[in-house]
């Protein structure tokens, strides 16, 4: 058998590997980047949109994650016993649905796609804007989340904390 088509391609995956930028969850201290992003509810929304909150927490979630879907109601919680106390919190989704293994789909009843992430909000009655990130993922890059759920608090000054 000749294995060096195999292992070439083999090369070709582990040199693109090398060369793909490394992604760094953003520094304790860090501005929140900015960002604007379509919500499930139907409008865009933007960091500006916070300006009021005394914190912010911005919570990297999908609806395909067993993890993530057993936080969920606890975010809503958070929403409802902070939100008196200046607290907002808004949820991104970084998935691009279709960068997500089928594999990956077998526990699971939605995928990350923007109209599954509206049926999940609808169902669970989320409390907070669930925003999507998925298809080019900019923003999800400029935080840097390693996992989903991944929170980040940033105080008034909109510092990480």
Known sequence: MNTAPFLALCALAGTAL???PKIETLALGSAAPDFTLPGVDGRD???KDFVGAKALAVVFTCTHCPTAQAYEERL???VDDYKARGVAVVAIS???PKSVRLDEL???DLGDSFEEMKTRAAEKHFNFPFLYDGENENVSRAYGPVVTPHAFVFDAQ???R
Do not use: E, F, V
């Open 94 to 96: 970084p998935n691009d």
């Open 106 to 108: 077998g526990y699971t």
């Open 158 to 160: 909109r510092r990480l």
């Open 45 to 47: 929304w933007s960091l």
């Open 76 to 78: 809503k919680k958070i």
């Open 18 to 20: 090398a060369d793909a």
